[in-house]
């Protein structure tokens, strides 16, 4: 083999290690701030929680200072009403994949919630998006994409090839 055929060689096997690390390097980076999300989110920590929210999302919300007004108030009512967070985990992060010129992975997450004398427990997905200027992820609820209306309003023109599941909720009387 000639020395040109020999560092394009090493120069591909190079790049592929690099991608592999920068995908695992995504990937503990979405587990780490979706975690640093779902502790926001059970200490009703808005400002942290919106750090890490899709901009658009909050956009749709009137903008930064009406969605965590918003947020505070629907919290604030059912905590009235008696609603408590028990758990809130990340369960699973996907494989990170690059498409329409972005990182983005599925998040796997589980809550359970007590309101009054019933318990409800969720598993629920988030797709993440990675902002590379940040070097952060922002986050959003994957079944508001599965409405296509929802999705073109919050991500025109998205397609994936990620799996997204269906939510599941189950309901039990305490």
Known sequence: MNKLAETVVILLMFSGITFAQTTE??????LRDAKITTKATLKFDFETVFKHTYPTVIDMMGGHEAGIALLKSTFDNMKAEGFEYEKADIINVSNIIFEQDEYRCCIESYNQMKIGAMRIKAKSYLLGIYNSE?????????????????????LP?????????????TTEQL
């Open 25 to 30: 390097e995504l990937k503990a980076s979405a």
């Open 157 to 169: 023109d998205f397609k994936t090839e990620l799996n997204i599941p269906d939510d599941e909720m």
């Open 134 to 154: 940040k070097e952060i992820w922002y986050f959003l609820e994957a079944k508001q994409l599965k409405n296509p209306s929802m999705a073109d309003m919050i």
